[in-house]
Structures are given as C-alpha cells and as structure tokens.
C-alpha cells in the first residue's frame, strides 16, 4: 500500500502494519517518520529496537537469520534496515524479496520491520526486490519541499507546535533557512519555545531575530516608504554594523517593493495586506514613481539574492544599498 507522508500518522493511529518503506532524500522526513512508527510501535508492545545499515560488504545472512526468527521470541521487534546507497545487490535483492515473502503472512503478533532508502531511479522502482516489499508493507516516498512551498509546510509544523504562524511570516522563516528543513524546524522549535502571543507576524518574528540590535530592519522599510535617504542609508549602516543577517534586509526591502509593484492603480490601496494606518505610506511612495519602476527593482533584489547564497558576482550590502536608495529617490522615474 502506497501512503502520503502527511498520511502516516493517521495510519499508524488505525493499525501498525508489518513492513514500513520509506524511501527519499531529505533527512529529516525520513528521520521523523521513524520517529513516529517506533513510538507507534512501542505503545503496541514492541520493546526492541534491531538497527542494521547496509555498508560495504553486508552480511546479508545476518539479516536473513533475524527474518527467519520471527516471533520465537516473547519480546516483539523494531527491526531498522537502512540501505544508503539504494542498491542492495544481487545477495541482498534476493534477502529482501524473501523477507517480503515471510511479511506478507505475519500478524500482530510479529516484529515490525522499517526500510529506509534514498530516492531510487526507475530501474528500482521496478527492480523485483522493490515490488515485493512495497506489497507486502506500507510505502511512503518523501519528495522534496521546494521554496515555493516551503511556507506552507512552515505554517502547517507550526501549527503542531501551537503557533498560528501568517503567511508573511511563513515566508520570512523560509526565506531565512534557504529551503533547509532542518533549519526551518530548528527556528519553529526554538519560537515554540519563546512563548510568543498568536499569530506571529513577521515583524514580531524579526524583533525576536534580531532582538541584540538596535535597530530594527522594519524601519529601513519606513525610510523607503517615506523617501528618506539619508535614513535609510543611516539605517542600513547601523544594521550591518550590528551583524543582522542581510537576508532578513533583503526580505524587508523585497517585502515593500513587491507591495509597491503591485500598485498600478488606486484602488489597489485599499486591497494591501498591512494595517490601514499605514496605506497612506504606500499611497505617497507610489506616487513617487509608476508600479513599473518598483518591479524594476524588485527584479534586483533577486540578483542581490543570488550574490547573498554565493551563486552570482556582487557585494550585496553594496547592492542592498544601491537599491535602497533608489527605492528612496523614485520620484526621478516619472522625468
């Protein structure tokens, strides 16, 4: 049986299977996903944990000695058989084809078996070894989070631990960690932990990044807004000096450049996503220049992004003040 990653633990609610495959590439989903079949397994009476990992020259017959031991002892078992390479051989395709065999006609009152694999290729897919153990247990493949829904799957582990986290603030979070899963759960725990009051906000989130500094990267975005130059470049200065990560200013400046962009006509004002005693901010800002020009600069905020993970040319703090300050001085767009 073929199961979604999201639907596993409803799963292991109604009944814990035989033969548990999971089978990807992230770490932390298969890692927490055997965090939650052995606990499963545990309140059902499994009292032993067997880890195996498939290296080098593996003695299959180990595996296979264990295999033909099912329930002679009193004491159930949580076999863990993890296969790194995805490949387990002639030997070993032949031990597992065999293992599926004996699985497919356990009860409750046998060891659960776990087998981890990384993303396999088509040809395992279709390998004979594979098709029988995905018959004979529970297969779950875990695929990757990608950026764009990242935040979603922020507000979603979010959720679990308590916190209403808003879209922006998803976002923010996602943004921060790069698409590392790991970091994005180490963030969310440590928030969880902060006790902060729902729904967090970006802002909220930001004072809590950067609750060392003086200065808060929110205010650069009132410097833009208001067209101040000599503050936003002040600003700016004094965040960098402070150490605040230059991610967390390219999130505002892009944040504030994006609403703008999107304002190509006046009604769009009373459509915004921010409080409405701070639109009238927007409104003089787009007058300053025609939604085009913002989305101009928007457009460098990405190649700032690029510089900032390493894969394209630029300082970006010189590129972050270059744009802040041209965001700052719009007015001269429209001559």
Not at 1 to 14: C, S
Not at 136 to 141: C, E, H
Not at 233 to 260: K, N, Q, T
Not at 285 to 304: M, N, S, T, V
Request: aromatic fraction near 6%.
């Amino acid at each position: 049986m073929n199961l979604r990653a999201e639907q596993l633990d409803a799963a292991l609610a109604k009944k814990l299977a035989a033969l548990y495959v999971l089978v990807g590439d992230d770490w932390l989903q298969l890692d927490e996903a055997r965090q939650s079949i052995a606990r499963q397994a545990r309140s059902a009476g499994v009292t032993e944990r067997l880890r195996f990992e498939v290296e080098g020259r593996f003695d299959w017959g180990s595996l296979k000695s264990v295999g033909a031991n099912l329930s002679l002892f009193a004491e159930r078992r949580l076999v863990d058989l993890r296969i790194p390479g995805g490949k387990p051989g002639k030997e070993g395709g032949e031990a597992l084809k065999t293992l599926a065999a004996q699985l497919s006609n356990a009860d409750e009152t046998d060891d659960v078996w776990l087998i981890s694999l990384p993303k396999l290729d088509m040809n395992a897919q279709k390998s004979v070894w594979f098709s029988a153990l995905s018959q004979a247990g529970v297969t779950i493949q875990f695929w990757p989070i990608g950026l764009r829904d990242l935040p979603r799957w922020i507000e979603s582990r979010g959720a679990k631990l308590g916190l209403r986290i808003l879209p922006d603030a998803a976002q923010l979070i996602a943004e921060r960690v790069e698409g590392n899963l790991l970091a994005a759960k180490q963030e969310l725990d440590k928030f969880s932990l902060l006790n902060l009051p729902n729904p967090l906000t970006a802002q909220m989130l930001l004072e809590n990044i950067t609750d060392q500094s003086r200065f808060n990267p929110f205010d650069l975005g009132d410097a833009l807004l208001d067209g101040d130059r000599s503050r936003a470049g002040h600003l700016l200065a004094r965040l960098r000096e402070e150490g605040v990560d230059a991610i967390l200013i390219l999130w505002v400046l892009s944040r504030e450049l994006r609403l703008l962009a999107g304002l190509d006509d006046p009604a769009a004002i009373d459509r915004l996503p921010v409080p409405k005693g701070r639109r009238p901010l927007y409104a003089r800002a787009a007058r300053r220049a025609p939604a085009a020009y913002w989305l101009k600069l928007l457009g460098r905020c990405a190649e700032i992004d690029r510089s900032i993970k390493g894969i394209a040319a630029g300082e970006p703090w010189q590129m972050l003040d270059r744009v802040a300050l041209a965001a700052c001085g719009g007015s001269r767009a429209r001559n």
